[in-house]
């Protein structure tokens, strides 16, 4: 099975910087989009920004400037480089894939369980 593993979440001043890192194990056969949601108590969850198999990328409006998204196709991984940060980024930051895992090109979601960004003013 397929596992997503994210890191670095943590406790930051306003203005500051994280780097948040994903990475999926398990049986892969191969990879499409890669990408990050956030979720906070009592609202849905939302979409960050994804990254293309190629690299193509696309942010939410209200990280757009201040986040990064990269990935490295050789290691499975995604990364999410933040930025003067406010509290109002304030969340649980979830990794996702898409996945070709049992099946070559028959792809499912992955989730991992998720990192908690907390960002004090």
């Known amino acids: 099975q397929v596992q997503l593993v994210e890191s670095g979440g943590g406790l930051v001043q306003a203005g500051g910087s994280l780097r948040l890192s994903c990475a999926a194990s398990?049986?892969?056969?191969?990879?499409?989009?890669m990408g990050w949601y956030r979720q906070t108590p009592g609202k849905q969850r939302e979409l960050v920004g994804t990254?293309?198999?190629?690299?193509?990328?696309n942010y939410v409006d209200s990280v757009k400037g201040r986040f990064t998204i990269s990935r490295d196709n050789a290691k499975n991984s995604v990364d999410l480089q933040m930025n003067s940060l406010k509290p109002d980024d304030t969340a649980v930051y979830y990794c996702?894939?898409?996945?070709?895992?049992?099946?070559?090109?028959?792809?499912?979601?992955?989730w991992g369980r998720g990192t908690q960004v907390t960002v004090s003013s």
């Open positions: 996702f894939a898409v996945i070709a895992s049992r099946v070559p090109r028959v792809f499912s979601d992955y």
């Open positions: 398990g049986r892969i056969f191969s990879i499409n989009d």
């Open positions: 990254i293309t198999s190629t690299g193509s990328v």
